[in-house]
């Protein structure tokens, strides 16, 4: 597992990626990963309790995307929630 993890971090921070998970989702452990190379984008991160069987909580988040409509710049807010 070490040989995947280092190249794999090194690739996140030399992309001048962020990430967002910063509480454990399984027991201590952080195993989820939300990564963005904006810190602007990811907000309202926060875990619920696991469903069914599962011993991972729920990571819930939200992407904001700002674009360029007819009327000018607005924000779409997309809310997610990783279920694996």
């Given amino acids: 597992m ?3 993890v280092n190249p794999f971090f090194n690739w996140a921070v030399s992309g001048g990626f ?9 027991g201590q ?4 990963l939300i990564l963005a190379d904006d810190d602007q984008i ?3 991160i926060y875990p619920t309790p696991p469903f069914g069987l599962s011993d991972h909580y729920v990571v819930n988040f939200a992407i904001t995307i700002e674009h360029a409509g007819a009327g000018g710049a607005t924000d779409d807010t997309k809310h ?3 279920t694996i």
């Fill in 29 to 32: 452990n952080v195993l989820d």
């Fill in 42 to 44: 990811v907000n309202h």
């Fill in 80 to 82: 997610y929630k990783c």
């Fill in 2 to 4: 070490t040989m995947l």
């Fill in 18 to 26: 962020t990430q967002f998970v910063k509480f454990a989702t399984r």
